[in-house]
């Protein structure tokens, strides 16, 4: 039996990723062999004695036995999980890159366009970890728009995106919208064309986007959000992104988007949303060759 100890911090990109690691153990090691609790690190102060105490009592995490690995992503976990490792034992792993450093964690799991360094416990990643999509019945015909926001890499261009998402509805797929918090006022309803579902995020359901991607046949996603594109590489639909202009000429977050595009997993090319992909492409699934991973080298594969 393995046991796993995942630290969480109330945030859902962050919890998505350890979530997606844990699904990984599960489905490589079989999952009557894996047991796990989420240690909330949200409200903990570190600062006061006992409080790690506290929250791993709340979790059960004592109860459930000593861990084989303990798991998060986020700055609140960081110290937690070390101090937690120090006195129960058991292996880190952090994903991202984190503020502490690297050799203080037994593994870290960080995105290549975040440059990890060449370090013996660094796995790298195609992206952030993420989960795999419901199975639910291909929707033949219908196409996704995900819209992000201005960043620190990109700025915003929505003469570019209506000339671009126009040619888009030009296709004979039924098209849906959907905007983000990055997102900005208004540029939902401007970038609509005739025959557009909107979806706004404020009105969307938990467990939405995932749906939506499992079903669509062609998702195209603003450059701006790397995360939304892993997030539609781990469905079968092919995949585009559409173009936003670059804030400076070192930019990873494009580096990394040109490198799907150099490797075919993902187009700019607008035209192809007029052609139907002659077969499915297979999921993404960084999550089950990073569980392989870190599997491989505990040597937890016999155990």
């Known amino acids: 039996m ?7 911090d109330g945030n859902k990109a962050h919890e998505k990723q350890s979530a997606a690691l844990l699904t990984g153990l599960r489905e490589r090691l079989g999952p009557t062999r894996v047991q796990s609790c989420d240690v909330d690190c949200s409200q903990l102060r570190f600062w006061l004695r006992g409080s790690l105490q506290v929250a791993l009592d709340a979790a059960g995490a004592i109860a459930l036995g000593q861990p084989d690995f303990l798991i998060g992503a986020g700055h609140r976990c960081h110290l937690p999980m070390l101090a937690a490792r120090r006195r129960f034992g058991g292996r880190s792993v952090v994903l991202m890159r984190p503020s502490l ?3 203080w964690f037994d593994f870290a ?33 219908r196409g996704l728009i995900l819209l992000g926001g201005p960043s620190r890499h990109f700025a915003w261009d929505s003469v570019t995106l209506e000339r671009d998402i126009g040619q888009l509805a030009t296709s004979s797929l039924q098209w849906t919208l959907a905007d983000s918090r990055r997102t900005p006022e208004f540029a939902l309803q401007q970038l609509a064309r ?3 579902t909107l979806a706004p995020w404020r009105e969307c359901a938990d467990g939405w986007l995932e749906h939506q991607l499992a079903s669509a046949e062609q998702v195209w996603v ?30 990873k977050v494009r580096a990394a988007v040109q490198r ?11 035209a192809d949303a007029a052609r139907s992909p002659d077969v499915q492409r297979a999921p993404f699934n960084e999550y089950l060759r990073l569980a392989a991973a870190l599997i491989g080298r505990c040597n937890l594969e016999t155990m």
Do not use: C, Y
């Open 2 to 8: 393995i046991t796993v100890w995942r630290f969480v």
């Open 101 to 103: 450093p690297i050799h």
């Open 109 to 141: 799991l960080i995105p290549e366009h975040d440059r990890p360094p060449a370090l013996p416990n660094v796995l790298t990643t195609r992206g952030a970890l993420t989960l795999p999509l419901p199975h639910v019945p291909a929707n033949p015909g």
């Open 194 to 196: 005739p025959g557009f």
């Open 222 to 251: 603003t450059r701006d959000s790397i995360s939304m594109v892993f997030e539609a590489l781990q469905s079968r639909a092919r995949v585009g992104v559409l173009g936003l202009p670059s804030r400076n000429r070192k930019n």
């Open 260 to 270: 799907l595009i150099d490797d075919g997993l993902v187009s700019e090319q607008l």
